[in-house]
């Protein structure tokens, strides 16, 4: 029997979570990543060798890949030094050779799926060197994804510098999805940088496929205070169009009191809440669940139980 296709789009911790462990439940997984990330190790290499982000993708891989974890946490070891080495993880000095040589971020990531042997497909959403802007409510344009994250502004639009050429495999995936998905993660930086493309966003609405939006837990200083999983989907929908979106999971899960009081006090941050009354009257089917975990004081989700729901979802 033929696997069901799945294409996910997003980046950042969420999507690894959870592609961790959905890659062993029986479906044909294609992950777009965004390319615009430039902080940190990812955006010293950029500006080297004038390439798209790579530290999303390494994060994917490393996620995804079915060797040892040894591997896995070497691919992910940040070198500590005080050489130029410094706080590069080793994954994206390997991802970044592989493009000097070949001069296609695609292959290079091929030829690192081969490396730590992953059975799914990763794809960046451009090979283009891309910067990402926001304009915020009060009309100030910011520069650049993790000006965009740190800045907590509200925005009234994102928007690429230059309109970006998407990778011509994320159209065929999205038309052979049954299932397409926007992972949790930043919504301003992981997800709606997908959707800036008109090719994706035409795509997905002639798609026959359903969509499928997985909520985040938390909301984000600035970019989404006070913001219910309706809110969310209505930011989305902004680009996306309306009732594009079939079908949100949101976690409903009671957090220890004193967990939230540190999120709230030490990153600015509350839960998402369900909100139901807004939701009844869309078209959107909910589905709730007891999603979160806590590991050392951090609220994750269970993405175990997140990759069930979703296959269960798929098999309908």
Do not use: W
């Amino acid at each position: 029997m033929m696997k069901k296709k799945i294409i996910i789009f997003g980046g950042g911790t969420g999507l690894s979570c959870l592609l961790s462990r959905l890659k062993d439940f029986p479906v044909d997984i294609t992950a777009v990543i965004t390319v615009s990330d430039n902080g940190r190790s990812t955006g010293k290499l950029r500006k080297e060798f004038s390439m798209p982000a790579m530290g999303d993708i390494r994060k994917v891989l490393s996620s995804l890949s079915e060797l040892p974890e040894e591997i896995k946490d070497m691919m992910e070891y940040r070198f500590k030094t005080y050489s130029d080495l410094d706080g590069h993880p080793l994954g994206n000095l390997v991802l970044a050779a592989m493009f000097h040589k070949t001069k296609s971020f695609q292959t290079s990531i091929e030829y690192v799926s081969k490396l730590l042997d992953v059975k799914h497909k990763v794809l960046p959403l451009s090979e283009d060197n891309l910067t990402l802007m926001g304009e915020t409510v009060d009309g100030e344009i910011i520069e650049g994804e993790e000006m965009v994250t740190h800045s907590s502004k509200k925005y009234k639009r994102i928007f690429y510098q230059k309109n970006p050429r998407v990778t011509k495999d994320v159209i065929t995936a999205i038309n052979e999805a049954d299932l397409i998905i926007f992972s949790m993660g930043s919504l301003y930086t992981s997800i709606l940088p997908h959707l800036l493309c008109k090719e994706v966003v035409k795509n997905i609405r002639k798609s026959s496929s359903k969509v499928m939006y997985l909520c985040n837990a938390m909301t984000q200083p600035g970019e989404t205070d006070n913001f219910g999983v309706s809110d969310h989907i209505q930011v989305i929908e902004k680009y996306l169009g309306k009732n594009e979106i079939d079908v949100v999971i949101a976690s409903n899960t009671k957090v220890d009191e004193k967990i939230l009081k540190k999120y709230a006090t030490e990153e600015q941050k509350d839960p998402v809440m369900i909100d139901y009354s807004v939701l009844k009257k869309s078209k959107i089917e909910l589905i709730e669940d007891d999603l979160l975990t806590t590991i050392d004081h951090t609220i994750r989700h269970n993405s175990l139980k997140l990759s069930s729901i979703i296959f269960s979802y798929l098999m309908r």
